[in-house]
């Protein structure tokens, strides 16, 4: 298995422009997790979706950023326009969530570096 | 509210043990764990622990669960310099969906 893949890996970007970071997580997994990590701030849930439906979107910032799930294998997070303070690297996870821990467990995508100038 | 404390440093020598300390606040918690993240790379499960265990090992991690002072810990024997990481302490809790609440992350120096 391949594990969550994101991309861009890195993106730098000037202030003011649009900004797309896509995952695609594990096959098979039913929940998808955005986070975002910085150095002052550790990291913070963003968005999680159950089979394909935001459930919980109260860590998400600010209306500059959006979060969209289209189906089972693919996920966008938009952030437009962009900030020099949205500059971090954010993390898409999954996980097969069942109650039981083991299936709760969330794995990790590599993350993207995100630098706003 | 849901929220996870642990320190954001912790220096050992190569060959000592490494404890990482974690409280929780949320009492319903059903499963707790520890993640680590070394660096450009995403976190990976460590090990987790039931809610209804105080102590879980497996070779040269322990893990131990205070229900009572919410309290968790991870103690790494022998540590080496391959474990120099962030680890991190999360609840998963068992109301409102499949939600895992993180703690900041302790980075974890070992010296050689």
């Known amino acids: 298995d391949a594990g969550v893949i994101q991309s861009p890996r890195h993106e730098v970007t000037e202030m003011g422009q649009e900004v797309t970071l896509r995952c695609k997580p594990i096959?098979?997994?039913?929940?998808l997790f955005w986070y975002r990590q910085t150095m002052m701030r550790g990291l913070e849930l963003l968005i999680y979706f159950n089979n394909n439906v935001p459930i919980d979107d109260s860590g998400m910032p600010e209306d500059r950023f959006s979060a969209k799930m289209p189906n089972a294998s693919f996920s966008t997070l938009k952030i437009q326009p962009s900030e020099p303070r949205d500059s971090a690297v954010y993390f898409c996870?999954?996980?097969?969530?069942?109650?039981?821990?083991?299936?709760?467990?969330?794995?990790f995508g590599p993350g993207t570096r995100l630098t706003v100038l | 509210g849901e929220d996870v404390e642990q320190s954001l440093f912790l220096s050992v020598r190569e060959g000592d043990s490494s404890v990482i300390n974690c409280t929780y606040t949320?009492?319903?918690?059903?499963?707790l764990y520890w993640y680590k993240q070394e660096p450009g790379a995403g976190l990976q499960l460590l090990t987790y622990i039931f809610s209804n265990m105080d102590m879980k090992q497996d070779q040269r991690l322990t893990v131990l669960l205070n229900k009572k002072d919410k309290h968790l810990s991870l103690r790494i024997a022998d540590t080496q310099t391959g474990d120099s990481a962030i680890y991190f302490c999360a609840e998963s809790l068992s109301t409102g969906g499949f939600k895992t609440i993180f703690g900041a992350g302790t980075r974890l120096f070992v010296k050689a």
């Open positions: 996870a999954s996980s097969l969530a069942g109650g039981r821990a083991s299936t709760d467990t969330q794995y």
């Open positions: 096959s098979g997994h039913n929940s």
């Open positions: 949320d009492s319903s918690s059903t499963y």
